[in-house]
């Protein structure tokens, strides 16, 4: 199939009121979802908002739901996704600010709770020394770091919909990430935070973050190792202070 | 908000049974509460105890009997997969091991079905 005429339904927000838009696009080979939506705002309707940025699965602006998952619509062909109808949403769990934008604001300030960089007990800025990693050291993280904080596993994450405060798959993978790395000595000041209230211990591993990432991060295979690591941490801290 | 959890339009499998476990611990809550309450009955006397088990025990009760060993079972087995990945054992065959889990649960909801039913009706 070359070529076919797609509905897009979109789901819409002005701030005030909810409700659909339908558009026909001539959907081509190639063709993403993210296009089709440029399509809508350059020939239909220039109100639509929706976010934007690199068109190649990096920055993880665009993640929306499409047909009902969270994806990336800048790789989301629309040919692929074998239906004239594609319903287009704004992402789960996030409040909605206009259309498909969603407030990331909260998404990130949890994701600095954990402090995602690497933590040095003394850094010597004027005499930078090379730090050292084997690739053995290399691969305990690096799927990990690969998270381009889309959202999409915050937004299908059943802990997240029910509490605010729980910091969220992507977090809890950023911290894992710089807590396996080799180089890190932040190893207690970023347990405390994954072991407290709203850590790891609000996950059920329900599995479908990793299920959704657009980039196989594998979320909640990060959260169950750390929380093994927080179990641990715990009991040491309980009896040996 | 509350029941969001619950919504497991367009998830995986693993969202599903997710929501399944967290339902069939509810169910069990529940009946929990039930039988504790049948056991103090056995405070207003063995005739009010007795009364209180025949009821159950019975062809009428039997579908409900039933559904709750499906959900003792599935939130047993399931909850052992849980125990299992939330050590970090064995995440990499997840899926193999739910598919396992589910067919585990049936048969061993069929059998059980099987031996309630046999018991209830005296077959």
Redesign the interface.
């Known amino acids: 199939m070359e070529e076919m005429e797609v509905i897009f339904r979109i789901k819409r927000f002005d701030g005030e009121r909810e409700y659909w838009s339908n558009f026909v696009i001539p959907a081509k080979k190639g063709m993403t979802v993210l296009e089709g939506l440029f399509y809508v705002k350059e020939n239909y309707d220039s109100s639509l908002a929706f976010r934007a940025s690199c068109r190649m699965g990096i920055c993880g602006s665009c993640a929306i739901k499409i047909n009902g998952k969270p994806k990336l619509a800048c790789e989301t062909q629309i040919l692929h996704l074998n239906s004239n109808k594609i319903k287009v949403e704004p992402l789960d769990n996030f409040k909605v600010i206009k259309d498909l934008i969603t407030e990331f604001e909260g998404f990130f300030v949890k994701h600095s709770r954990v402090k995602p960089y690497l933590i040095r007990k003394e850094d010597n800025y004027a005499e930078p020394v090379e730090l050292i990693q084997k690739p053995s050291q290399l691969s305990k993280y690096y799927d990990y770091s690969l998270c381009i904080k889309c959202g999409a596993c915050y937004s299908v994450c059943p802990a997240s919909s029910s509490r605010d405060d729980y910091l969220g798959p992507a977090a809890m993978a950023s911290a894992y990430r710089f807590i396996a790395d080799s180089r890190d000595e932040g190893y207690k000041e970023r347990m405390e935070i994954v072991c407290g209230d709203c850590g790891v211990w609000r996950c059920h591993f329900a599995g479908e973050c990793s299920e959704v990432c657009p980039k196989g991060v594998e979320p909640a295979k990060a959260i169950q190792k750390l929380r093994f690591k927080s179990a641990l941490y715990m009991l040491r801290k309980l009896f040996m202070g | ?2 029941l ?2 619950f919504d497991f ?4 499998l ?2 599903i ?3 399944l476990h ?1 339902l069939t611990g509810v169910v069990l809550a529940v009946y929990l509460v039930m039988h504790l309450s049948y056991l103090t009955s056995l405070r207003l006397g063995r005739g009010v105890y007795e009364y209180f088990i025949s009821t159950t025990l019975t062809p009428a009760f039997l579908g409900f009997d039933i559904l709750l060993v499906l959900a003792g079972v599935y939130h047993g087995v399931n909850g052992i997969r ?1 125990i299992l ?4 054992i064995a ?1 990499e065959l ?1 899926r193999p091991i739910l598919y396992l889990c589910y067919v585990v649960v049936l048969v061993v909801w069929l059998y059980a079905s099987y031996v309630l039913y046999s018991y209830v009706m005296g077959v």
């Not at chain 2, 339009?9 to 995986?12: A, D, G, I, L, Q």
């Not at chain 2, 990945?85 to 970090?88: D, I, K, L, M, V």
Request: glycine share 4%; no cysteine.
């Open positions: 908000m509350w969001k959890w339009r367009k998830k995986s693993f969202h049974s997710y929501s967290r849980l990945h939330e050590f970090g995440y997840r």
